[in-house]
Structure formats: C-alpha cells, structure tokens
C-alpha cells in the first residue's frame, strides 16, 4: 500500500477518475487528457485537503467549542494557528469499497462516537463517471441513539489549464459573501457583492482579486442548477454544478499560498456546502439528523 493509500481508477468514454482511500476524495479527473482539477502523484500523501470529503462538518468551527441540544462539546484544534476545528473528522480517515464498477465505486467509513463529537455516523461516498462527467453523491445515516449535528462539503481545486488563475475566467452565480476576521478567517456578516471586487455573477478574469469566502445567495439555472464555471480563453476548463436547495453555501478560494510560491493560486476551491463557515456555533442551516435518519448530497464536475 502506497503512503496515500488505496486508489480507485474510474473510466468512462474521454473522462478518467481516481478515487481515494484516504478521505474518500479524488486524486484526479480528466477529460480527454486534460486535467480538470488539480491532482497529485500517485501513492503521495494528499497535499493539504486536495479532494477531500469534509464531513461532519465543512469549513471552521472557532475554538472548536460548540453547544448542542444543552451540551457543551470541545473539538480538537485541527487548525492550531487559528485556534480553530478545520473541515471535520473524516479527512485522513480510511473508506473501505463497498462496490465497485469501470465507471463508479462506492465507498464506506463508519465515523465512532469521540471526544467533541460523540454521535455515530455512517458516511457513504459514491464516485460515477458518465456522459455529464463525475457525480458524487455523499450519504450520512445518524447510527446512534441521539441526534447530531451534521454538514458536509467536498474540496477539489478546479483548473483551467497550466500556470497560474490570474488569466481565467470565472463564473459564480452567487449574490452574497460573508465577511471574515483577516487573522481566523471567521464570519463576521454578509456583504452584497454588487459593486465589490468578488462580483463574478457575470463572467469576467480573476486577474488578482483573492478570495477565501463562503457564499450565498445561489442563483440556479433554468435546469435547478447552481453552476460555477472555469476556463481560459479559449473556453476550456471545468464546472462545478449541484442543488443549491441541498448545498446553499459557496467556498471559494484561489489558493494563496505566499509561504508554497509553486503552489500558489494553481487552482481554484470550490467548494459546496450544506451549511456556513462555524455553524456548528451559529446553528445557521444545520442540518440536525435524528437517529436513523440520512442526508444525502451531492454535485458534479464536468469539462467545460
């Protein structure tokens, strides 16, 4: 077994996937050869949360303190440096195969009660290529006697081609942001982005805007879809689209890195969520699954 564990190759007429053992999340997808998002080598352990599932919860909860049905509970501080819980419990944990096809696996992780977070979920990762590209589909069922607080988000890097974001084109179909604290990067209020360097309603070039924002406000298209998309000039890269009734948060990020300058802005996060950034705090569309009950998310990435 390699350092990043098992991997899962998906094919399907120009599309090819790899799907991950460690954090039920992909390595890579491709469309005739040409990257979608970002990957990285073989057997490598994973850089950062390339391609993760973040679940039980996406995004940060501060101090890693939050209150639930009268009970105080402490997460670990998985984010040190800004005395935050980042992106859930499952990130570095193993799924084992349930199922698998050419085009699809299915893949399984039982998270046990613990410390900051004692409700016993089951997540179930499903990866399908098809004609449309690769669909996702994460399913919680709550296994325990209580209720739990849950949400959910993937964390792929999407590209354009090779080199840096400045010169792609993007498309958000959000109207709203939240503002956060420049030291933790936590929500302090919402901002219409009219008028503001992060209106990408209309597609336009990234140029040297940053962002590391969640979003709202999700306008869909005539399909029910929200749709973010990515290309370079001559209008191929990638899109992300989902049910925004589902997945009502927005994460976006252009990976600004000045401590990795070869890693800086080569990709763009998107990143789909159930809930905001520290809902666990806030309780801001948290979703609350009853014993026995399961939620079920899920988007799709596609060459443009």
């Known amino acids: 077994m390699s350092d990043g564990g098992a991997e899962h190759l998906l094919t399907h007429g120009p599309y090819r996937a790899v799907a991950t053992e460690v954090g039920g999340g992909l390595r890579l997808l491709s469309h005739e050869g040409r990257d979608l998002i970002r990957p990285y080598e073989p057997g490598e352990v994973r850089p950062r949360f390339r391609g993760a ?136 209020g919402r901002t219409d982005v009219e008028g503001t360097q992060r209106d990408f309603r209309s597609a336009r070039t990234i140029g040297t805007t940053e962002l590391d924002h969640a979003f709202t406000g999700l306008r869909a298209d005539a399909d029910g879809r929200a749709r973010v998309q990515l290309h370079d000039d001559s209008g191929r890269g990638a899109e992300c689209t989902w049910d925004p009734a589902v997945l009502p948060w927005l994460q976006v990020h252009t990976g600004d890195l000045p401590e990795e300058p070869e890693n800086t802005r080569r990709g763009l996060a998107v990143e789909p969520m159930s809930c905001p950034p520290d809902a666990f705090r806030s309780g801001e569309d948290l979703v609350t699954l009853a014993p026995g009950a399961e939620h079920v998310a899920s988007w799709t990435l596609a060459a443009l």
């Open 53 to 188: 599932i973040l679940a039980p919860w996406p995004n940060r909860v501060a101090d890693g303190r939050y209150r639930f049905e009268g009970a105080e509970h402490q997460l670990h501080l998985s984010e040190p440096e800004r005395a935050n819980a980042l992106h859930g419990l499952v990130c570095w944990a193993r799924f084992a195969v349930v199922e698998q096809t050419e085009a699809a696996v299915t893949v399984r992780h039982d998270l046990v009660p613990q410390p900051g977070y004692p409700f016993a979920l089951r997540l179930t990762v499903r990866h399908e290529l098809g004609d449309d590209g690769l669909t996702t589909t994460v399913t919680a069922r709550n296994d325990g006697r209580r209720a739990a607080p849950y949400g959910v988000a993937p964390h792929p890097y999407l590209v354009a081609g090779p080199g840096r974001l400045d010169a792609w084109t993007l498309r958000l179909p959000t109207t709203t942001m939240l503002e956060v604290t420049p030291d933790r990067l936590l929500p302090t």
